[in-house]
């Protein structure tokens, strides 16, 4: 299993914060908001990821980041010119990934479960992690069934169909990179990942997981404020980095 984290982005939602810095170097508490994703996949055994990074500020990863060495892993890092949909990263990680398996957490997502087992013991297919959120409609969201069956996904629905919304946290094989790159761009002019996870559904090769602790997308203001609570009262004694 190889894992990126994909941290390009302007941060227009967090502006002034992000006029001189990424979202994803952010503090939260006393550590940059980048470890918090770095230690979701680190925690689970995963020893090369991959981060994608905007060309700003490629040199600030690199300054905070280095090689890895000093987590005990491997970094490689890419750069994305324009962020173009969460979907374009496995276009630009297609040689990283190459045949292996991958996991991808987005640079601005906080998790508080441990992800080991199910990135431990994915084969194939596609696994997505679902939370039970009050606005759904800011989100991608997934109906499912009483045995955890996927039957529906919906990027930002604007009719009612789950309090469930697809975190940032994602699994898949390899086929992965394929699907990517021959998926057509959005109204909004992105590669949607939703269209990777309709993909897998389809083929029935999708499987979903509740997130059972806290997750908090930290891209506005209001999330950044509690991601800082969040991390200081539970998070920090868990990390391993």
């Avoid at 919304?165 to 990179?177: F, H, P, Q």
């Avoid at 761009?185 to 999708?206: A, M, Q, V």
């Avoid at 891209?219 to 969040?230: C, H």
Wanted: charged share 30%; net charge neutral; proline share 4%.
């Amino acid at each position: 299993m190889r894992g990126i984290i994909l941290s390009g982005g302007s941060g227009t939602r967090l502006r002034p914060l992000t006029k001189i810095t990424s979202k994803q170097l952010l503090p939260i508490y006393n550590r940059p908001m980048i470890y918090y994703p770095l230690n979701t996949l680190i925690k689970a055994g995963i020893k090369e990821i991959l981060i994608i990074v905007s060309p700003e500020r490629a040199g600030d990863y690199l300054n905070l980041l280095g090689s890895g060495r000093q987590f005990g892993v491997k970094f490689t890092y890419e750069i994305q010119d324009k962020p173009e949909g969460l979907a374009q990263a496995f276009i630009i990680g297609e040689n990283f990934i190459d045949d292996e398996n991958v996991a991808m957490v987005l640079g601005d997502n906080i998790f508080a479960d441990d992800f080991s087992k199910d990135i431990n013991n994915f084969k194939s297919g596609a696994k997505i992690f679902a939370k039970k959120v009050s606005d759904p409609k800011r989100f991608g969201v997934v109906k499912f069934d009483e045995n955890m069956k996927a039957q529906e996904i919906v990027e930002k629905p604007q009719e009612y169909l789950s309090d469930y919304a697809v975190t940032g946290l994602y699994i898949y094989d390899s086929k992965v990179v394929d699907i990517a790159k021959n998926l057509k761009p959005s109204d909004r002019g992105e590669l949607e990942i939703t269209d990777i996870n309709n993909h897998y559904l389809k083929n029935d090769k999708l499987s979903v997981a509740k997130v059972e602790g806290e997750w908090l997308d930290a891209g506005t203001f209001d999330s950044l404020f509690t991601a800082q609570k969040l991390a200081k009262e539970k998070l920090n004694d868990k990390l391993v980095i």
